[in-house]
């Protein structure tokens, strides 16, 4: 149970770490109200937790208000560890395929160990293949742009490495108690990535975009590079991802993992049994919380200021404790901050001899070991210490159960109600922000792209005076986008605020301040090149395939259930278009029991639609989604519940716009109102998911999407013809007849046949596009999940007859477990029954307040009783029958399976050396028969798609090279545009497209939000050294500008332009 104290005049929760971060400190949240003119502010806050690590590196966990997974900032000085570190490397498809194999490599060092004799050998398969695709990252590196052929070589080659580790993955699959696991799901996630993976068009893959820097050079050479590597960018929320990482980090610099990281199931029956288990942990906790007069408390303040901004900071429910991560003189300090006591030191060469020296002396003994470890003896348990020496200080090193509970507390910063009301708080803002948005992105690309793009055609070929550069402030704010407007409005703020000096813009100083500071963000240099095609034939076409894509995933990655759920697909559309046929084909099977099913699947089709083929899709949909979740059922189950613990809100948010999209379609089109059953909602649901989604992507992240890019698409599409048709007149009206009419008319001409090459190229891709569904979705379904579902089926039935043993083994251990036998212990009536009193203050408004209580007056009285006299004693009661029902069952299991395993393996004595081995052989040439088939079947598929992929690429630089390059940036003057290069990822583009970044690292300003300070506060703070700039060898971020700059603080409203952050 969670420990709570009196902490600083309000309660905390006590987290007990073993080390305490260097730095712990808050940043603030700030929204905008949706009825201001700062609507769609949204500048999430944050708790931020800071370690030192050897090398000068650091390492920085932040726990965002609005995100339920931490995100780590780890700043190193040592290229080579970045190489280890999870993440999708979208620039290299050979580095992305490491990286990935890796991650499983990563996961089984930290295997419950011993590691099994199956595990060990995916281990050496996965070096195996890491080593041979390494041989494949100069190659890449070697490849044009536009050798097309020898990029499908190189992507044939990589797929044939990933198809030979796939085969010796099932060859050791080839056994009743062991599958393809993690390796096989992620060695078809590579192979997808493979098969889908789009090469640059214009930029050749560079050491960078592999996130190889060890041959990287900074333009400063008095210090070190420090490398920023940002999980945001790299693995965004994936929890599991984020857990790697912290392993990483700990093989890295050599910290004790601690039982939180290590002991890793990789049974993932075991793994539902912890997942439970920590579930019933959490929801006992959070019983306890809710009993507990003593609840901890967030210190939370809100300042509304003038304009409709709000900043609301909020100080942390918990508070952390441990040995203080400071510089310790000598060791014997540092063991006496932790122990209180002063004890001379004992050494000894190994762990397990210190624990033998300590286990005979009083508690504040230590031992020292080699290695910069040590081992103390507190509250009668051993604590192994790890250590690093900097500038002649001791300073002690977290441990990976440090980091974990860090990373916990980032899962659930704020309490359940505080993290719905900002959520919805966030979405409501955004609805007014998305609209401003989209009407000032098109009213830029309108006002400025197209009517330069339009000027330009009309004045090609025609001398023009030459322009002179102007000065900044002598710039037209009138005439500038909505991007550069925003960049100039927030470098005035700035400029006010004293960040910047007078003649500084906004990228200088950001380029000035990281050329400085010798940071350099650890990401790809040359992003993936922009989709091809963005006309709506393309769009709709990728929609198709992305629901497809739901189908193929599912069924591919378990080509067993798959092939039962294509059974069940087809079972549930038979009962209802073809019953009788269906029939006769059952009675021949002698699947009479199924036949039994036919009439209730045609009630549940009535139930959910009406019509033939209505019904029919929905029972054959629901019977596939079913089976689906049933052969993966752990997995849905884990991943379902998390969703609706952490994301509350967002699920409602999206079940509500589904549902709402879903009767709005079936409103527009009275047909689709027909075909609805008695219960529409799961159809209305269904129908609007995905717009549901969609909608909710766009309010979140509005950006060149499917709506916006449609729409900037049409309007393109009529600059092209009025160019065409109305260019000609327009340059005769500046230039004459003859320069100008006939001029007009020949670049109309011109642009015609451009304009009907790219048509024609944008169709024939359409249409090539069209012509590998049938090599890749309706092969997938029809052929390959059929085969290799009834080839892994009949080989996994062969090798359970020949392995009698590993059966037998299996039982006996389950038999043998070491759970608790009786269940009842355990049991307590909750803690959650009595009556409270239903006043109290829930506003700071006096009338909402009084309605709220008169409200909670009527509804409280009726609510507790039905808590005390209904709900709680049903929960008792089914947990009481529950843990009754397993205290009988268990010892009659524990019987059975102990009984039949010791049969298994005595038969097996005989039946495993005899006629097993003949099944065992069979099972491995059935799996050595079929993976020769697929590799043949798929050579040629992949030589097929290679050449169709080929002549698409053709096809596109012939009709489009030259807007390609534009697109990418190599045509662009990057001193005439304001706009970030796209084929190129720059340092100061990071920061400019989100400038809060800039408040997750180390700062020069002795407050840790110095970003916010200046542009929410009435004054600059008092500029100090900080603290850590004397222990990490690092620079900060920010460094201030001349003395003499401008404080001109109150010539500007502080709040005048913060809404554009939420870009």
Known sequence: MAIVQLINGRLQTVIQLQVHPYQHTPTPTITGSATSGQAGTVLYGSYNTDYLLPGGDRLRLIANHDKNTVQILLLSHAPEKLKQL????????????????????????????????????????????????????AK??????????????????????????????????????????????????????????????????????????????????????????????????????????????????????????????????????????????????????????????????????????????????????????????????????LTKARYLPLEAETAEEAIRLLGTRADGNWVKLPHNQLVVRLHNEMLKINYF????????????????????????????????????????????????????????????????DFNNHINAGHPQPEESDTEDGGEDLGNKTFTEHFHTTLQEIL?????????????????????????VIVREEHPPSP???????????????????????????????????????????????????????????????????????????????????????????????????????????????????????????????AIAMGWSLCKIFPSLQEEMGEFPYINYAFLGAKQGVAINDTLKYPGNDWFLGTIKWLLRCGMILGKMLIGPFIEAYHYGFKDGLLSGLKKSWNLLLRTGKQIFAGLADLSLAIATIPFQEMASLLIHVPFRGLTNMLSKTLATIGNWDALGEVLIDFATRPDSWNYLTGFRLSPLYGFYSPFGTYSQNSIINSVANWAMAIFSPPFQLMKNLVVLPLIDITSLCIRIALSILNPITRALTYTAGKLLTTAAIVWDNSIGIVFRLAARGVTLGANWIDNK?????????????????????????????????VLQNKKASNHPITGINEDKQYFLDNPVRTEHLPHEHNSTHCMFEALLGDRLPVITADESARHSHHPSLFHTSSPGRSRRASAINPTSSISEFSL
């Open 86 to 137: 999870p993440g999708t490397r979208c620039a290299s498809i050979v580095a992305n395929a490491i990286s990935l194999l890796n991650r499983y490599r990563i996961r089984s060092d930290f295997y419950a160990q011993p590691r099994s004799i199956e595990q060990l050998a995916k281990y050496q398969l996965t070096t195996t293949c890491i080593k041979r695709l390494q041989s494949l990252l």
């Open 531 to 657: 989709q091809a095609y963005d006309d709506p034939l393309h769009r709709a076409l990728s929609v198709a395939r992305h629901l497809a894509a739901f189908f193929v995933d599912a069924s591919e990655r378990h080509p067993i259930t798959g092939t039962l759920a294509a059974a069940a697909y087809f079972y549930g559309a038979g009962a209802i278009i073809a019953p009788k046929v269906l029939t006769s084909i059952l009675a021949k099977l002698h699947l009479n029991g199924l036949i039994a099913g036919i009439g209730p699947t045609q009630d549940f089709g009535r139930w959910m639609s009406h019509g033939m083929l209505s019904e029919a899709l929905s029972a054959a949909t629901t019977y596939w989604q079913g089976m689906i979740l049933a052969g993966n059922f752990d997995q849905f189950l884990i991943q379902a519940i998390d969703i609706l613990k952490d994301d509350p809100a967002e699920v409602a948010i999206v079940i509500s716009l």
């Open 389 to 452: 020496e900097s500038s002649g200080l001791y300073y002690p090193l977290p441990t990976g159960d440090d980091l974990s509970s860090l990373s916990e507390l980032a899962k659930g910063p704020l309490f359940l109600p505080e993290r719905i009301s900002l959520q919805f708080k966030a979405f409501l803002s955004r609805v007014p922000a998305f609209f401003i948005y989209l009407y000032n992105s098109l009213k830029d690309y309108i006002g400025n792209d197209l009517y330069n």
């Open 495 to 519: 400029r006010n605020r004293g960040l910047l000096s007078n003649d500084q813009t906004l990228e200088e100083f950001i380029e000035t301040q990281i050329r400085e500071s010798n940071y």
């Open 937 to 969: 079947v798929g050579h040629f598929k992949h030589d097929l798609l290679g050449k169709i992929q080929v002549l698409r690429r053709q096809l596109y630089h012939w009709a489009f090279e030259d807007e390609d390059l534009a697109l990418h940036g």
């Open 140 to 337: 890449e590196r070697a490849l044009n742009p536009h050798d097309w052929e020898g990029q499908e070589k190189l992507r044939q080659d990589l797929i044939n490495i990933l198809e030979d580790c796939r085969d010796g993955n099932r060859l050791i699959a080839n056994n009743p108690v062991v599958s393809e696991g993690d390796l096989g799901s992620i060695l078809y996630d590579i192979c997808k990535f493979a098969h889908h993976y789009e090469f640059n068009r214009v930029h050749p893959v560079s050491r960078l975009d592999q996130l190889d820097f060890s041959q990287h050079v900074t333009d400063n050479s008095e210090l070190p590079p420090c490398y920023v590597w940002d999980s945001e960018l790299h693995i965004g929320n994936d929890e599991a991802a984020i857990e790697d990482t912290l392993r990483v980090i700990c093989q890295l610099y050599g910290l004790e993992a601690g039982s939180q990281l290590s002991n890793i199931p990789a049974n993932r029956f075991k793994r539902v049994q912890v997942f439970f288990s920590k579930l019933w942990q959490n929801c006992q906790d959070l019983v306890n919380h809710l009993a507990s007069p003593k609840k901890p408390e967030h210190a939370s303040e809100t300042i509304i200021q003038t304009g409709g901004i709000s900043i609301t900071k909020i100080k942390p429910y918990y508070h952390l404790k441990g040995l203080q991560q400071n510089g310790y003189p000598d060791l014997n300090t540092m063991v006496k901050a």
